[in-house]
Structures are given as C-alpha cells and as structure tokens.
C-alpha cells in the first residue's frame, strides 16, 4: 500500500518550454502532497506544499510564478515547470501524506528534468 | 526552526555486520516525528522506519533498529546482518507542527562483501 507514482520519469525539453510533472497517489487518498528538488549529491529540498482544493504554499526562494501546482484531486497535484532554463534541470520528488494518516510521506520514484 | 543534522558523510561496513548511523536534531516542540529514509541507487525514496517522540520504545523493523534519546534530540539507526541490498543514501528526518519534512544532509553507506 501507500504508492506513490510519477509521471514522466524523464524528460528532456528545450530552453523556454513548460514540463508538466504528475504526481499520483495510487492506493490512497492524499489532501497533501509535497514538491522537492534534489541536486546531485545533495539532499531534499522542499519547494512547496500543496493542499487538495487550495493553493499551493511555498518554501522561501521559490519562484510560484515559474513552478506552478495545482492540486485538483485527492490522488493528484501536478508541477508545471514553466519557460524552463538549464538552470531547472534537476530531479523532481513529489511525496504525498495519507488523509487523516500520521505524519509519514510517501515518495514517488522522481522524474529527471534536463533543459537543453 | 528546526535543523538535522547527519555528522557522517559516508559510513562502510562488512556484509553480515551491523552499523550504526547517526542523527541529532535541534526543536523546541514536544511532539514530533522521526525518520530514517532510504535512497538507493534508483533514487526511490523508501521509508525504513519512523518514531513519535512521545513513545519511549525504539522503534525496530526487523533488521533496522532505532536508538531515540529524546533529552539528547539524538536518533540514531542501526542495521544488523548488513546485506549488500543496504547500500544506498540514508536520510534522517524530523516532522513536527509545520507537518514538513527536515531532511539532514544524508549517509552514503557502502556494504563491502
């Protein structure tokens, strides 16, 4: 139980461009799930969270106009990456909490964002 | 706000071995969580085992125990009979009121045959 799903797991996009990042909770019902990035060699970095039916909330330094969330469903946020630069190239977590559930997270297995 | 913090980069131990990971964190709240993730090679973030402060038992799942020293803020992971499928980045964190996960910096744990 409790799985998480990502789509796409790779993707290659040119500078300027918007990648929209799935975030599916597949066997349960998530009100919040969470967006990371994650650099070579380096730990999560939380970019914001996003509750189902309201505006995402995000971390300090991270721009909402270019990493726009939304969270329409109980199983589903998405993370659109808009006129993206080399610079967004990373890797991409989502996570996602059971509803009424304790505190623990549960991860997708990431996609990797690479901006030509 | 609240910090973890992983003093070990990078840890090795023989396969069939135990070896212990180490995890101290700084807050001022009563009530939180704990945890030790996993991130192999694939990069799946796996959730190994998970504490609440309140409880005074360590948490144990299976080979993968956990020494909670609440007074201390320290949470430490030890695996025993070490298989080479342990490999992988490990990653402490802590949830408390702000219902958001604080990663530490992480430990690369190689399992040598």
């Known amino acids: 139980g409790a799985v998480v799903s990502q789509h796409p797991s790779w993707v290659i996009c040119k500078s300027g461009t918007s990648v929209k990042i799935e975030c599916r909770s597949l066997d349960f019902q998530a009100t919040t799930m969470f967006w990371y990035r994650q650099f070579p060699k380096q730990s999560l970095m939380l970019m914001a969270t996003?509750?189902?039916?309201?505006?995402?909330?995000?971390e300090q330094g991270v721009e909402k106009d270019k990493f726009l969330i939304n969270h329409a469903s109980l199983t589903l946020s998405t993370l659109t990456v808009t006129s993206a630069h080399p610079e967004d190239s990373s890797f991409y977590i989502c996570?996602?909490?059971?509803?009424?559930?304790?505190?623990?997270?549960?991860f997708g297995p990431g996609t990797r964002l690479t901006v030509l | 706000a609240q910090t973890v913090t992983q003093s070990q980069p990078e840890m090795s131990v023989q396969e069939a071995e135990t070896v212990t990971l180490s995890c101290t964190y700084d807050t001022s709240e009563s009530d939180y969580y704990l945890f030790w993730y996993k991130q192999p090679p694939s990069r799946q973030m796996i959730l190994v085992i998970r504490q609440e402060a309140y409880k005074q038992q360590n948490a144990t799942e299976n080979r993968f125990s956990v020494n909670f020293q609440k007074a201390a803020k320290s949470f430490s992971l030890k695996i025993s009979d070490s298989q080479l499928g342990d490999a992988a980045m490990y990653f402490c964190a802590y949830s408390g009121g702000a219902q958001k996960l604080v990663f530490g910096q992480g430990t690369r744990l190689t399992i040598n045959p």
């Open positions: 996570s996602a909490k059971l509803a009424g559930g304790t505190d623990t997270q549960y």
């Open positions: 996003s509750n189902e039916g309201s505006k995402a909330t995000y």
